[in-house]
C-alpha cells in the first residue's frame, strides 16, 4: 500500500527565530497522528539547518523548495544535494511553478535536478501542472504529459514524488475539485508508475484534505498556505 506524503510548503515565509517558534508550539501539542503517511515542510535555504535542528523527532521531513543541478562550483546562490544531505535534508521540491514562472526553470533543468538529488540520497518532489489559460483551452492533459515525461526520464519511478499543482489553484482559494484532482492524478500515474507517489497541491486546507486524500490516486498534498500555522499544519496531518 503506498504511503500519503504531506509536505508543507512555505515558500518565502519565516524567519530562523519564526521557524524555532514554530517547532517549540508544535512540541507541545499532543497529535494522533495519520497512519502509513510521510510529512514535514519544505522550508527557506536560511531556515533549513534550524528545521532540521528543531523538529521533533526524525519522522518530520524537512524538504528544500529547489536543488541546484551541480554539485559545487561557481553557481552563486544555489545550494548543493551534498550541503542539503549533510543538514539532514532528505527531499527537495523542484520545478515549482513559482520557479518555472519567476526563473525560467525548465522541464529539461527539471530533470537534471531530479537526477541530481536522487543520486545524492534527496527524494525529488516534481512539481507539474497547467496554468488557468491551459486549462480553459481543455488541454490540461497534453501540457502535464509533456512535463512529466521530461522530467522524469531516466529516473528510477519508484522513488520519487510528483506534485500534481495545477497553477490556477495555486494560492488562489480555487481548489480543484476531488474528481479532477483523481482524474489527473490517475492520468500521471498512466505515465509513471504503481509506486510513485503523487500529491495534489493547490489551496488544500484542513477542511478540503481528508476528502482529497479518499480519492485512490491521490498520494497526499503539497499545501503552502495552510501549513504556516501550527494549528492549521497540524489539522492537515492529524488522524480524524
Ligand atoms: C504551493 O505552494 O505549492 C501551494 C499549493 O500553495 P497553496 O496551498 O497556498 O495554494
Same mark, same amino acid.
Given at each position: 500500500?503506498?504511503?500519503?506524503?504531506?509536505?508543507?510548503?512555505?515558500?518565502?515565509?519565516?524567519?530562523?527565530?519564526?521557524?524555532?517558534?514554530?517547532?517549540?508550539e508544535?512540541?507541545?501539542?499532543?497529535?494522533?497522528?495519520?497512519?502509513?503517511?510521510?510529512?514535514?515542510?519544505?522550508?527557506?535555504?536560511?531556515d533549513?539547518?534550524?528545521?532540521?535542528?528543531?523538529?521533533?523527532?526524525?519522522?518530520?521531513?524537512?524538504?528544500?523548495?529547489?536543488?541546484?543541478?551541480?554539485?559545487?562550483?561557481?553557481?552563486?546562490?544555489?545550494?548543493?544535494?551534498?550541503?542539503?544531505?549533510?543538514?539532514?535534508?532528505?527531499?527537495?521540491?523542484?520545478?515549482?511553478?513559482?520557479?518555472?514562472?519567476?526563473?525560467?526553470?525548465?522541464?529539461?533543468?527539471?530533470?537534471?535536478?531530479?537526477?541530481?538529488?536522487l543520486?545524492?540520497?534527496? !527524494?525529488?518532489?516534481?512539481? #507539474? /501542472?497547467?496554468?488557468?489559460?491551459?486549462?480553459? &483551452?481543455? @488541454? =490540461?492533459?497534453?501540457?502535464?504529459?509533456?512535463?512529466?515525461?521530461?522530467?522524469?526520464?531516466?529516473?528510477?519511478?519508484?522513488?520519487?514524488?510528483?506534485?500534481?499543482?495545477?497553477?490556477?489553484?495555486?494560492?488562489?482559494?480555487?481548489?480543484?475539485?476531488?474528481?479532477?484532482?483523481?482524474?489527473m492524478?490517475?492520468?500521471?500515474?498512466?505515465?509513471?508508475?504503481?509506486?510513485?507517489?503523487?500529491?495534489?497541491?493547490?489551496?488544500?486546507?484542513?477542511?478540503?484534505?481528508?476528502?482529497?486524500?479518499?480519492?485512490?490516486? !491521490?498520494?497526499?498534498?503539497? #499545501? /503552502?498556505?495552510?501549513?504556516?500555522?501550527?494549528? &492549521?499544519? @497540524? =489539522?492537515?496531518?492529524?488522524?480524524?
Amino acid at each position: 500500500m503506498r504511503k500519503k506524503i504531506i509536505i508543507g510548503n512555505w515558500k518565502m515565509n519565516k524567519t530562523p527565530s519564526e521557524v524555532k517558534k514554530f517547532f517549540d508550539e508544535f512540541k507541545n501539542k499532543k497529535i494522533e497522528f495519520r497512519s502509513n503517511m510521510i510529512y514535514g515542510i519544505a522550508a527557506p535555504s536560511c531556515d533549513l539547518y534550524y528545521a532540521v535542528n528543531e523538529r521533533p523527532n526524525d519522522n518530520f521531513v524537512i524538504s528544500s523548495q529547489d536543488i541546484s543541478k551541480h554539485l559545487s562550483g561557481a553557481y552563486t546562490g544555489e545550494i548543493s544535494a551534498l550541503m542539503l544531505k549533510e543538514m539532514g535534508v532528505n527531499y527537495a521540491i523542484v520545478g515549482h511553478s513559482e520557479r518555472r514562472t519567476y526563473h525560467k526553470e525548465t522541464d529539461s533543468d527539471i530533470n537534471a535536478k531530479a537526477k541530481t538529488a536522487l543520486e545524492n540520497g534527496i !527524494v525529488p518532489i516534481i512539481c #507539474v /501542472g497547467e496554468t488557468l489559460q491551459e486549462y480553459e &483551452s481543455g @488541454i =490540461s492533459k497534453q501540457v502535464v504529459e509533456k512535463q512529466v515525461k521530461e522530467c522524469v526520464k531516466d529516473l528510477d519511478l519508484s522513488k520519487i514524488v510528483i506534485a500534481y499543482e495545477p497553477v490556477w489553484a495555486i494560492g488562489t482559494g480555487k481548489t480543484a475539485t476531488n474528481d479532477y484532482a483523481q482524474e489527473m492524478c490517475k492520468f500521471i500515474r498512466s505515465l509513471t508508475s504503481n509506486e510513485t507517489l503523487i500529491q495534489y497541491g493547490g489551496s488544500v486546507t484542513p477542511e478540503s484534505i481528508d476528502e482529497l486524500l479518499n480519492q485512490p490516486d !491521490v498520494d497526499g498534498a503539497l #499545501v /503552502g498556505g495552510a501549513s504556516l500555522k501550527v494549528d &492549521s499544519f @497540524i =489539522s492537515l496531518i492529524e488522524k480524524k
